[in-house]
């Protein structure tokens, strides 16, 4: 166990529909990262929280956005699906805003259908 | 645009072979971070590396940062089914805050068969 949740592990839904991902970061850490990684593309950075402020973005799509809350947890919304969207997503935290040293979580598998 | 390439993407080897895995860019990299990825699971960060020329050691695995922090190897030596995974390295761009970017590769994907 990393000490980052994300939830829910699997998600199966339709295309054009709207699903959000949880990601709980480890605790103490203040920085949130989504990445989505896919088997031709790898790992790519979407979006960077810290402190509930957005620090940098990625390449993320106009179809989704993110939020870290106060308690510091993160959602990240994925609306108008599409087939390409299905991937991994994992999230990743750490203490400081610059990120060394990651710990991800074991990432939220969608498959869009 | 700064780009990492990972090579060899597939290596399948026996146990008790040794193995070299390379990551190469016509960047420099302020550090640089290698994880292991096992199915279903997030990447795990090994080791970050720093300096150009540094050399780092975990238990069977040798891990050394170019001298001009443009490219890194990782060696594992005795290799055993355990280390099956997908090796990914990721350089840190230089730069101060926003403009510190971390940059992925595709990924080694190692088999090691029993």
């Known amino acids: 166990d990393s000490g980052v949740t994300q939830t829910p592990k699997h998600l199966i839904t339709a295309t054009g529909q709207r699903v959000t991902l949880r990601c709980s970061p480890r605790?103490?850490?203040?920085?949130v990262y989504w990445y989505q990684q896919s088997l031709d593309q790898g790992l790519q950075f979407l979006i960077h929280?810290?402190?509930?402020?957005?620090?940098a973005k990625g390449n993320i799509l106009e179809r989704f956005s993110a939020q870290q809350f106060p308690d510091l947890h993160s959602e990240l919304n994925l609306s108008s699906l599409e087939l390409g969207d299905s991937a991994l997503y994992f999230c990743?935290?750490?203490?400081?805003?610059?990120?060394?040293?990651?710990?991800f979580g074991s990432g939220t598998r969608l498959t869009v259908v | 645009t700064q780009l990492l390439e990972q090579s060899p993407q597939f290596l399948s080897i026996q146990e008790g072979e040794n193995l070299t895995v390379y990551c190469n860019s016509s960047?420099?990299?302020?550090?640089l971070q290698w994880y292991r990825q096992e199915p279903g699971e997030g990447p795990v960060l090994l080791v970050t590396?720093?300096?150009g020329g540094e050399v780092k050691k975990l238990k069977r695995l040798t891990f050394q940062f170019g001298d001009a922090r443009k490219d890194s190897s990782l060696h594992i030596t005795a290799a055993q089914p355990g280390d099956t995974g997908l090796y990914l390295c990721?350089?840190?761009?230089?730069?101060?805050?926003?403009?510190?970017?971390?940059?992925w590769g595709l990924g080694t994907s190692l088999a090691v068969n029993p």
């Open positions: 990743a935290s750490s203490f400081s805003r610059d990120g060394y040293g990651y710990t």
């Open positions: 605790s103490g850490d203040l920085s």
């Open positions: 929280y810290y402190n509930g402020e957005e620090r």
């Open positions: 960047s420099v990299f302020s550090s």
């Open positions: 590396v720093v300096t």
């Open positions: 990721a350089g840190v761009s230089p730069g101060a805050g926003n403009n510190r970017k971390l940059i």
